[in-house]
């Protein structure tokens, strides 16, 4: 079935690193979304990603979205304490207002 | 109302009781999905409603599960003979139209433990 994978599964990193997180669909996507949910909270929406090999960028986040419309990332510059919680790609395939949700990357950091 | 809200927010059933969770969505969101999200996964997809119809009921995990939205807009997700498989938080998410292309807003979610 359709399937988004998305790695590393934890990150860990000391205040002031960057951060990336990959996510890889198996089939072509139409569109995908991010989205970020804090500890104990519900997910929050960052962005969404369209076109073939868009970027875009809010502050310190770049989001991009692969040429072949099958892979995204996020990174983040500068990591700081309030970007702790767990980052989510959720993709959609054409025709479908279903999202299929990564299991997540969830991000530490240390102060 | 300001944002998704769900009831209960948290609740605990003895395996085997019945369960009703509710979803008010934002006034005028037209789309409302519910979803399933175990711990330390990503939400799955359980069913969506355009206004009062169910359009999409492929992810309820067996026929224990039922969904509706009678008038197309608070949403009731109800969990029949409730099994311990079935302890997750389950979220609502709503958003303005139908286009593909909007955002999902979510509620904060009803944490369901099974024992």
């Known amino acids: 079935g359709q399937q988004v994978m998305q790695i590393p599964q934890y990150q860990h990193v000391q205040e002031g690193e960057d951060f990336t997180t990959y996510c890889n669909s198996s089939?072509?996507?139409?569109?995908i979304q991010w989205y970020k949910q804090r500890p104990g909270g519900h997910p929050v929406f960052l962005i969404q990603?369209?076109?073939?090999?868009e970027v875009k960028k809010q502050k310190r986040l770049t989001f991009q979205f692969g040429e072949a419309k099958k892979n995204s990332s996020l990174h983040i510059t500068a990591t700081q304490t309030t970007d702790v919680g767990t980052y989510f790609c959720?993709?959609?395939?054409?025709?479908?207002?279903?999202?299929?949700f990564g299991s997540g990357t969830r991000l530490l950091v240390r102060p | 109302g300001a944002g998704v809200s769900q009831s209960p927010r948290y609740k605990v059933a003895k395996r085997g009781q019945d369960v009703a969770l509710r979803c008010d969505p934002i006034?005028?969101?037209?789309?409302l999905f519910w979803y399933q999200q175990a711990l330390g996964q990503g939400p799955e997809f359980l069913t969506y409603f355009q206004n009062e119809a169910q359009l999409d009921k492929s992810g309820l995990p067996s026929d224990r599960f039922f969904a509706e939205r009678p008038e197309g807009s608070v949403s009731t997700l109800k969990i029949q003979r409730t099994q311990q498989e079935d302890s997750a938080v389950y979220l609502c998410a709503t958003k303005r139209g139908s286009s593909s292309y909007n955002e999902q807003f979510f509620g904060p979610g009803t944490r369901l433990t099974v024992l």
């Open positions: 990603l369209v076109k073939s090999g």
């Open positions: 089939t072509t996507l139409s569109n």
């Open positions: 006034s005028g969101h037209v789309s």
């Open positions: 959720a993709g959609r395939m054409d025709s479908s207002y279903k999202l299929i």
